[in-house]
């Protein structure tokens, strides 16, 4: 005979006085204060942050995005797949068994105590006591992943060796982080594998009574352990005391890991959801206007940050992505993204976590204080987004690096050659110190004359850049891409004297007022031209044009010259004539790559000259860095030390037969030809701007160049 279903169900509080059934919920609510109490007090620290002077997106968007994000786990997963499944058995198991308790605690508490209702029983009970028992093996392999990850894979981005510190230093050991990460994971694991045993427990000790040793098998795991609990020859009683021994023992600490949710590891549970939501998705495209009001330049004082960087400084999970992907880290700098935000992070908790001392939230700028970031550290950034981009969790390093270099640059802490460049762009409106007059000379040495667009007006605007207007290497490339414009005849000229340094760069030295005036004054130059839209050859350009110069009241519609002669050609207007045959590998600029996700057209072009394309390991978003951004290429690089490019040059060196190296970059051609002479493959590889294939390609006439140096 069936059994009626209100004895399909699972006892809560048998065989407990209610003397303890009354201590339980103390215990219960005094965990849920300091909950609350740790809640309240991380709320506080952020409150003591600027304003985000980021816009204001439709908060619905974003909700939904995050959402996408944390459920589907995309940004955990990508480049790393195994610990991607790993956090998902981990955070499904999780969240099934939170909503599993909350439900219990719904009936006991809630609709049986205040309505009489009871739905905890029956076939509902069987499937949930089933799902459950699922989630919690789940949670249980997850866990058990990471703990053979971290005790026995050890990949590198997992060690906390601090590039910016040395051995003695006082805050060289980070030791402590280890400690937490094994104490999340043993502390899930127990109170996941003695909730099992408690199951067990339960079910030997009523395994007389009608309803439970028969519907076992709806709880596999627990019913596993009973048996083996049976056959060992536990009998019901002593079950009994087992099973009150355990309760208390699961119940205090899933109360004691709730209690402490705010001021662990695991409050990275919301941080994250928040730093999610707070994503600005031009984080490091557009960088922060100063605002009008503001006393004082950049990040001074930990309070300086805004709210949304302190919460970033919480959301931060200790991953390593950020770490693995960063190229000052991997030529030997002195910089960990990762490692500069958990420095922040100390600082905010000591300092913005309690009452804030008078001075105590200063940042030295010199680093020299535990928990500090150094000056040497800062300026070893490329800000070329690779952790901003990969950071599952949407920390935005490279502003907050900016906003530090900002204070840096108003206190004149910087390298003695940057600070010449600075003050040489000021005053000639380029890095090179040439006169404005000079920036058109390289149009001389074409057949045919190019409009000032200043007198008349144009269809297409260039926008040539520093590099491409004076750098001999770069000149010739300038003229290769003005007689392609002129065969497919393009109404296109350039602003001659009137255009100055973009500023891309200048802006992320954290030379914010230079900034200004350059972009306020070319957003001039190119109001008093008449044109449709702007064409540049230069990333870096393309970039603050685009994202930066709206800011000041410059929009414009602007795009790579990829983009412009992927249509042409696609328009039947540039007949490529000729095939090369070359074995070419294509490397990412990062202001055209990460900041703009133009990654197609440059290989569609290089793949339309008949050149066979090999992708180098790291390409497209995860593209390796030059090292020229930031404004590194005005600083000297540590003598005896690799420089990004010749990481990437010898990354490159591996593709066997390779013949020719193709950038898009005004600057990566300089990094890169540097790169080839100095690791010792000139005369293998060769380095070449894709418009000099694409020329090759239209002008048979012409004697085809070796793709070998000679």
């Known amino acids: 005979m069936p059994l009626p279903s209100e004895q399909i169900t699972r006892v809560l509080f048998e065989g407990f006085a209610p003397a303890v059934v009354a201590l339980f919920y103390g215990i219960a609510l005094a965990a849920i204060g300091a909950f609350v109490w740790g809640c309240h007090v991380e709320v506080r620290k952020y409150r003591r942050g600027q304003p985000d002077p980021a816009p204001r997106i439709d908060l619905g968007r974003r909700l939904l995005q995050m959402a996408a994000d944390v459920l589907s786990h995309r940004t955990v997963a990508r480049r790393d797949a195994a610990a991607g499944h790993a956090h998902r058995l981990i955070f499904y198991g999780f969240v099934l068994l939170f909503i599993g308790t909350s439900i219990i605690t719904l009936q006991e508490d809630v609709t049986d105590a205040l309505f009489g209702v009871k739905f905890w029983y029956g076939d509902f009970y069987l499937g949930f006591s089933l799902v459950l028992d699922l989630a919690g093996v789940a949670l249980i392999a997850g866990l058990v992943y990471m703990m053979v990850r971290r005790g026995w894979i050890r990949p590198p981005k997992l060690d906390y060796a601090r590039p910016d510190r040395s051995p003695g230093d006082p805050d060289y050991d980070r030791s402590s982080y280890r400690r937490e990460d094994w104490a999340f994971l043993w502390t899930l694991i127990a109170i996941a594998v003695s909730g099992y045993v408690l199951e067990a427990a339960r079910l030997v000790w009523l395994q007389d009574r009608p309803g439970v040793w028969s519907t076992r098998y ?14 060992a020859g536990l009998t019901s009683a002593a079950a009994g005391t087992l099973r009150a021994l355990l309760w208390w023992f699961h119940g205090l600490l899933a109360l004691g890991f709730i209690a402490l949710v705010p001021r662990t590891k695991v409050k990275h549970l919301f941080t994250a959801m928040g730093s999610l939501m707070a994503r600005d998705p031009l984080a490091a495209q557009c960088l922060p206007k100063l605002q009008a009001q503001a006393s004082q330049v950049g990040y001074a004082r930990i309070s300086d940050l805004t709210w949304k960087h302190l919460l970033n400084l919480d959301a931060c999970t200790k991953c390593g992505k950020c770490h693995e992907a960063c190229p000052a880290r991997a030529a030997g ?28 939230g200063d940042l030295d700028i010199h680093g020299g204080k535990t928990g500090q970031v150094s000056a040497e550290t800062l300026w070893a950034c490329r800000t070329c987004m690779a952790c901003v981009e990969i950071c599952p969790v949407a ?6 690096i900016v906003q530090m270099r900002r204070k840096l640059v108003e206190s004149g802490e910087m390298d003695p050659l940057l600070q010449k460049t600075l003050q040489t762009i000021h005053k000639f409106g380029n890095s090179f110190g040439e006169s404005k007059r000079k920036r058109g000379a390289w149009t001389k040495g074409l057949p045919f004359p190019i409009k000032d667009a200043r007198k008349e007006p144009v269809d297409l605007l260039w926008f040539v850049g520093d590099y491409a207007s004076f750098d001999p290497r770069n000149q010739k490339v300038s003229q290769a891409f003005a007689r392609l414009l002129q ?7 350039i602003l001659y004297e009137a255009e100055g340094n973009a500023g891309n760069d200048v802006r992320r030295v954290g030379e914010e007022g230079l900034y200004e005036h350059l972009a306020e004054s070319n957003i001039a130059a190119l109001g008093a031209a008449s044109f449709k839209r702007i064409v540049t050859t230069d990333p870096h350009s393309l970039n603050t044009i685009r994202n930066e110069y709206p800011q000041f009241g410059g929009r414009y519609e602007i795009v790579h010259y990829t983009s412009l002669v992927l249509d042409l050609l696609r328009q039947g207007r540039l007949p490529f004539e000729r095939r090369l045959g070359y074995r070419t590998t294509y490397h990412d600029p990062c202001h055209l790559g990460r900041f703009n996700k133009e990654f197609d057209a440059p290989r569609e072009l290089l793949r339309a000259t008949g050149c066979e394309l090999i992708e180098m390991p790291r390409s497209r978003d995860n593209s390796f860095c030059c090292g020229a951004g930031g404004g590194r ?4 690089d540590p003598v005896g030390k690799d420089k990004p490019a010749q990481i990437r040059i010898r990354e490159a060196a591996q593709i066997e037969g390779l013949e020719v190296f193709v950038v898009a970059c005004p600057k990566d051609l300089t990094m890169f030809e540097d790169a080839v002479k100095t690791t010792g493959n000139e005369g293998r590889i060769k380095v070449l701007e894709l418009l000099e294939l694409i020329e090759q390609c239209m002008a048979p006439q012409i004697e085809q160049p070796e793709p070998m140096a000679a």
């Open 487 to 493: 065969a497919a005849g393009v109404d296109f000229g």
């Open 633 to 636: 290429i005005w600083m000297p």
């Open 395 to 400: 920390v935005e390093h490279v502003p907050i």
């Open 218 to 231: 709806w709880a596999p795991a627990g019913a596993a352990i009973a048996e083996a609990l049976r056959g």
């Open 333 to 360: 700098a002195p910089l960990s993204p990762r490692d500069l935000i958990l420095s922040l992070r100390e600082h905010s908790n000591r300092s913005l976590g309690r009452n804030l001392i008078p001075c105590e």
